[in-house]
């Protein structure tokens, strides 16, 4: 017998015994039982055989009865009763579905809170994404924790990066602000400034290094470059919030991960497309064929600083040291 047929008989029952009917079936088996002890006491003749009539016919009657209220309390149950339950869960289950499509229109999926260490298990969740995407945008500082993601992994991308224009004062000062209120006094604003140029250098030198793991890297510089980074790929958008000055303080701030199915993802879709394809910024292309004189020029076109030799090596080393050091703490490979 099923769960619900269990579940109708169990409440047929109830009804039987806990209602005016099943008053009427106690009574009539009372009687029944009076009688049937009656006539045993009583002698032999006329009288006996009446009482033992009516005893059985009580018998009987609290018997049909029984057996006729329980089969019209299972129908009850099930033209009345099952009817307006499953409906109940039909409703129940519209409900639901709707609130789970606003909670992945509206809200993240995933919280990663502030750290001073990179967050393992934030790391190992947008590698997934990487690995599973074909289109890699990227708005953020110097987009070189983006390069050396690109050459841990083993795909092939379309990489657009949305940085910082290093040549306008405006477009590092924000981040500079940044970084000195988490050093705290002791923070030199300018070391902190010639820091961050140096990072958009040995980034620009990673971006040009990840070229072999893409078809192309579309490079948008801007002078006003929104403090938060952007990750997106084809199926969900990642926001680091370093504008989110009223949490935790750390070196990593908290992220938020959202659907592709989110209003924020078709938004920061929008804004990308953009940026990237109008006049705001400058933009340079890297192709797997750019060798290093090709590069070298556009660095000194991004940056307004020429690149030697030894100066290309030497940015190439630093991000190689920066891409092990971020490897090894994030946990990249595992």
């Known amino acids: ?11 047929a029952l109830q009804e039987i015994f806990w209602t005016r009917t099943g008053l009427l079936l106690l009574t009539l088996v009372v009687i029944a039982g009076g009688t049937l002890l009656a006539s045993s006491l009583m002698p032999v003749g006329t009288g006996k055989t009446l009482v033992s009539g009516v005893a059985t016919g009580s018998m009987v009657s609290a018997f049909v009865g029984f057996w006729q209220t329980l089969i019209t309390a299972s129908a009850s ?21 709707e609130y789970r499509s606003l909670n992945q229109e509206f809200f993240p999926t995933h919280v990663f809170e502030a750290s001073a260490e990179p967050d393992p298990a934030f790391n190992h969740l947008l590698m997934r994404d990487l690995r599973e995407t074909r289109q890699y945008w990227f708005r953020g500082f110097s987009a070189r924790h983006a390069a050396a993601r690109l050459l841990v992994s083993q795909s092939e991308w379309e990489v657009r990066a949305i940085i910082a224009d290093p040549q306008e004062a405006s477009a590092i000062s924000g981040r500079a602000r940044y970084l000195t209120r988490q050093e705290g006094a002791e923070a030199n604003y300018d070391a902190v400034q ?18 072999t793991r893409c078809t192309r890297v579309d490079i948008t510089v801007v002078t006003d470059p929104p403090l938060d980074r952007v990750e997106m790929f084809d199926d969900s958008v990642w926001i680091t919030l370093y504008s989110d000055t009223g949490g935790a303080i750390g070196l990593f701030p908290r992220s938020l991960r959202f659907s592709g199915n989110s209003f924020l993802y078709t938004m920061e879709r929008a804004e990308f497309s953009r940026i990237s394809n109008s006049r705001y910024g400058r933009h340079f292309l890297i192709t797997p064929e750019t060798d290093r004189n090709d590069f070298r020029a556009l660095f000194e076109q991004v940056t307004g600083r020429a690149l030697s030799e030894e100066d290309f090596a030497e940015l190439e080393t630093k991000f190689h040291e920066f891409r092990k050091e971020f490897a090894m703490l994030a946990e990249l490979r595992r």
């Open 194 to 211: 010639q820091r961050l140029h140096f990072d958009v250098h040995i980034g620009l030198v990673g971006l040009y290094l990840a070229r």
């Open 1 to 11: 017998m099923s769960a619900d047929a269990k579940g109708l008989r169990s409440t």
């Open 77 to 97: 149950q099930r033209a009345l009763v099952a009817p307006v339950v499953e409906e109940s869960r039909n409703a129940l289950r519209e409900l639901s579905d």
